[in-house]
């Protein structure tokens, strides 16, 4: 079991621009949410996905957006990118209460 | 909405026990999680608590009071490669059959030999 996987690893971007990140949930979870991760912080939730759909939504602006395709693996876009939005952005799929976490994709935008 | 308060940083001795604490105010409750991260590294599951009361799991165990608002983690017989941070998480009621979950910043351990 590969668990949950993300990629890339790591991504650096510059203002204003879009970024596409990729989730692979652990088999057998059906559920997919997106985290972020400020240094020295714990994970905000972003948002979550179920069926191919937002399910629930934290109180992030307009501009993360996401998609989860029939296979349950997941993708974040980030439109217009700040400064503000460097940092680690985690997957975590579950099928019950627990959420597998995966390693992350570090994003940094100078 | 929720707040979730644990101290920022604790430190303790190999073999010694230590006990972190979490206090959080929430508009519901749907359970309570503790999760270990060490650095550049994804959370992993620790415990899970619903009920008040004690669970137990090897070294550690989870603590739960929901009149009070209130959890700890104990560890046990520390060890060096529990140096990591420690993170309170709550399962709102609001979140319904979603499963976010909601994060206080975060207690990071160090053990000392």
């Known amino acids: 079991d590969a668990g949950v996987t993300q990629s890339p690893t790591h991504l650096i971007k510059t203002r204003g621009q879009q970024v596409t990140l990729r989730c692979s949930p652990k088999s057998g979870h059906d559920t997919v949410s997106w985290y972020q991760q400020a240094l020295g912080q714990g994970p905000q939730f972003i948002f979550q996905y179920y069926e191919e759909e937002e399910r629930q939504r934290g109180n992030f602006p307009d501009r993360f957006s996401g998609h989860q395709f029939p296979n349950y693996s997941s993708e974040l876009n980030v439109n217009a990118l700040l400064l503000g939005d460097s940092a680690l952005y985690l997957c975590?799929?579950?099928?019950?209460?627990?959420?597998?976490f995966g390693p992350g994709t570090r994003l940094t935008v100078l | 909405g929720q707040n979730i308060d644990q101290p920022t940083e604790m430190t303790a001795t190999e073999g010694a026990i230590v006990q972190i604490n979490c206090t959080y105010q929430?508009?519901?409750?749907?359970?309570l999680f503790w999760y270990q991260q060490h650095a550049g590294e994804a959370p992993t599951f620790l415990s899970y608590n619903v009920l008040d009361g004690l669970e137990e799991k090897g070294r550690f165990s989870s603590f739960l009071s929901r009149s009070k608002g209130y959890s700890y983690l104990l560890l046990k017989e520390l060890q060096m490669k529990d140096s990591a941070s420690y993170l309170c998480a709550v399962r709102p009621l609001s979140s319904g059959s979603a499963r976010q979950l909601t994060f206080g910043s975060g207690t990071q351990l160090t053990v000392l030999p």
């Open positions: 975590a799929s579950s099928k019950s209460a627990e959420q597998f």
């Open positions: 929430t508009s519901g409750f749907n359970g």
